[in-house]
Every structure is written in structure tokens, then in C-alpha cells.
């Protein structure tokens, strides 16, 4: 059982590139979520999605965008990489009665 | 608007010794409280968690206290150990599953030997 799985683990951007996260759960869960984690900032929602074809915005929307490819799937797009999205990033997800299960990360740094 | 407050931010406590991290939120629709417990370079994981129909939970040496009035919920750790040294956040919800899930800002525990 894989739980959450995220790609990659490390990744090193240019200001300006593109680039997609990708996350599977195979947990058969609705709602799936992306953080991001800065020291002393805790966890910060990006975006989330409560079930296949829905997606909201979280706290830091800004600079992001998602896709609910299906239920298994939900993947995190910067379109164009700034410094300030150097950070660790986290999907989850979490099904009706449960606890939120977290992916390993995603480290990325802008340079 | 902030809907999760989580105090203290770090925390240090010597071996053997009594942690106590709070959880204060807004949502009253909350019913599901949750800790969870993060090692470095690791994602988040459920520590323990409490539905509202009971005050207290207990799984070992970690203890979840709830008082609904306040809406209020914490987390105390007896007997502290050094491999207890970690994030904690807390993370209010609805057993549904289906709403924004917004943690708190996290509380870094030291426990010295």
C-alpha cells in the first residue's frame, strides 16, 4: 500500500521555468490537498480539490495552479518560478472519517 | 482569517518531563481534532486524535484533552524522550473530509537528555 506518492522528491528551477508536482493516492480518497512548508510558517494550503472536478483555493494561491486529473491524481503547476517559491512542498489526502495522509515532499529550490 | 491558533511555537523540555502543546480554533462545525507529528525531512503523520464525544483521550504516553466550550484542544506528552523531538501540528476538521484543512503553525518540541 503506497498511500500518497509525490514526484519529485528534489528539484532545482530557474527563475522563469515551468515545472508540474505530480501526487497519487491510492486510498481511494476525495479530497486531496497542496501545502507548502517554510521554516517557522508551518503549513501553508496552497490549493485543494474536495472531490474529482472540484479545486479551490487555499491561503497562498498565488503563482500556482492545480489539476484534478481524476480521483488518484492531483498535480501542482508553477508556470513561472520566483525565489519565493523555494520551499518544501507536501500533497495530502484524506478520506470521510480519516486523518489527512501526508506524500514524503517535494524540495524545490529557485535559484 | 485565522481559524487555527497553536501555541506555544517551540518548546523545550528535559527528559522525563511533562509537554503540553494548545489548539485553539473558530469553526464550531469542527468535529474531528487531530494531532499530528512531523520528524525532519519527513511528511506529517497522525499522532492521535479525539471526536467530540468524549474530554480525553489516551494512548500511551500522549494524552489529547478536548473542552468544546472553549474550543480549545491540547496535546500533553508525559514522560518526554528524546525521540519525542519533533513538529507538532494540529489540524481541525470535520469527519466528512470534504472542507479546507488548514494546520496550525506548528510547535517545534526539544526534549533534552
Known amino acids: 500500500n503506497a498511500g500518497v506518492t509525490q514526484t519529485p522528491k528534489f528539484q532545482v528551477l530557474k527563475t522563469g521555468q515551468s515545472m508540474t508536482l505530480q501526487c497519487a493516492q491510492d486510498?481511494?480518497?476525495?479530497?486531496m490537498y497542496w501545502y507548502r512548508q517554510d521554516p517557522g510558517m508551518g503549513l501553508r494550503l496552497i490549493y485543494y480539490?474536495?472531490?474529482?472536478?472540484?479545486?479551490d483555493k487555499g491561503e497562498v494561491p498565488n503563482g500556482y495552479n492545480v489539476s484534478r486529473l481524476n480521483k488518484r491524481e492531483f498535480s501542482l503547476r508553477l508556470e513561472s518560478a520566483a525565489p519565493s517559491q523555494t520551499s518544501v512542498y507536501f500533497c495530502?489526502?484524506?478520506?470521510?472519517?480519516?486523518?489527512?495522509?501526508f506524500g514524503q515532499g517535494t524540495r524545490l529550490t529557485v535559484v | 482569517q485565522q481559524q487555527v491558533k497553536q501555541s506555544p511555537q517551540s518548546l523545550i523540555v528535559q527528559k522525563g518531563g511533562i509537554s503540553i502543546i494548545n489548539c485553539a480554533y473558530e469553526?464550531?462545525?469542527?468535529?474531528?481534532f487531530p494531532w499530528y507529528q512531523q520528524f525532519p525531512g519527513k511528511g506529517p503523520a497522525l499522532l492521535i486524535a479525539?471526536?467530540?464525544?468524549?474530554s480525553e483521550k489516551k494512548e500511551g504516553r500522549f494524552t489529547i484533552s478536548f473542552n468544546k466550550s472553549a474550543k480549545q484542544f491540547s496535546l500533553h506528552i508525559m514522560d518526554s524522550q528524546p525521540g519525542d523531538s519533533a513538529t507538532y501540528f494540529c489540524?481541525?476538521?470535520?469527519?466528512?473530509?470534504?472542507?479546507?484543512?488548514?494546520f496550525g503553525k506548528g510547535t517545534k518540541l526539544t526534549v533534552n537528555p
Open positions: 495530502a489526502s484524506r478520506g470521510q472519517l480519516t486523518e489527512a495522509f
Open positions: 486510498m481511494n480518497h476525495n479530497s
Open positions: 480539490s474536495a472531490s474529482e472536478g472540484t479545486t
Open positions: 469553526n464550531t462545525a469542527f468535529d474531528y
Open positions: 479525539i471526536r467530540p464525544d468524549v
Open positions: 489540524a481541525p476538521a470535520t469527519q466528512g473530509g470534504s472542507e479546507k484543512l488548514v
